[in-house]
């Protein structure tokens, strides 16, 4: 009988000393896998930072550094985020191009009056391209800030679950949107002003002529009709922000 309890005891000694060696497996488990959670939202964390960074300074200098700084899926949602930059501003770009068309400084020109009037063909066919090309750009950027259009973008870049959220989340342009529309509006305000004064010429044919760059009218009363369409046009040209 006392080997059996001698035994037993062994046996109960035994089974609490492998207690404590399972609780401290369990703890370094744990401990190993806080780390990992831990380590996974810090570097979650600095991509993010890296993506937030790289797209205030583009939103300060307007210039897009192509050089991909983030990593793993992270570098995709920077990648899609740039080429999506790229692509609105180089629509954008095409409406500015338009109004940087070397005519515009001459469309109200004694030359260009005399040169193209009466009926001021090439003059108004400008305009027209130049709204047409305002009305393309305004449509296409409205589009391109549609949800439809970032989920394609975002589909096209292989981005899924968050960091699909990640890409869209960060497209930010309405305010920006805003901006390029007034500005094409504005202009097309001054282009309207300027079809005003080739109405009015072509209206008063043989009543006004071009003379040592002067334009002359045989009537005072349209001396000042196109005195005040002039002063249309300066007061518009005056709000252009090109």
């Given amino acids: 009988m006392e080997e059996e309890k001698v035994e037993e005891q062994k046996n109960q000694g035994a089974k609490k000393s492998k207690v404590p060696m399972i609780i401290v497996a369990i703890i370094l488990v744990l401990l190993v896998a806080i780390i990992a959670v831990v380590g996974m939202f810090v570097n979650e964390f ?14 300060k200098s307007g210039e897009v550094n192509t050089e991909i700084k ?3 899926k992270y570098a995709d949602v920077e990648k899609a985020l ?23 400084t001459t469309i109200l020109s004694a030359d260009n009056f005399a ?15 130049t709204k047409t090309k305002g009305d393309e ?12 259009y970032k989920n394609k973008k975002a589909e096209e870049a292989g ?3 968050k960091y699909k959220d990640l890409f869209i989340e960060s497209i930010q342009l309405e305010s920006e949107l805003k901006k390029v529309n007034s500005t094409i509006d504005t202009v097309n305000n001054y282009l ?6 080739y109405n009015f010429l072509q209206e008063n044919v043989g009543k006004w002529e071009v003379k040592s760059n002067i334009v002359q009218f045989t009537e005072n009363a349209l001396v000042q009709k196109y005195n005040g369409l002039i002063s249309l046009v300066n007061i518009a040209a005056n709000k252009l922000k090109i």
């Fill in 192 to 197: 309207e002003q300027v079809e005003n004064v």
């Fill in 70 to 72: 983030a990593k793993g």
């Fill in 137 to 148: 750009v305004k449509t296409k950027l409205a589009e391109m800030i549609t949800e439809e």
């Fill in 115 to 129: 040169n193209d009037g009466p009926d001021f063909k090439e003059s108004r066919q400008l305009i027209t391209d």
């Fill in 82 to 104: 740039k080429d999506y930059i790229v692509e609105y501003q180089n629509v954008a770009k095409q409406v500015s191009e338009k109004y940087e068309d070397q005519k515009f």
């Fill in 46 to 59: 600095a991509q993010k930072q890296i993506i937030n960074e790289e797209i205030e300074t583009i939103n």
């Fill in 159 to 161: 981005l899924t679950g």
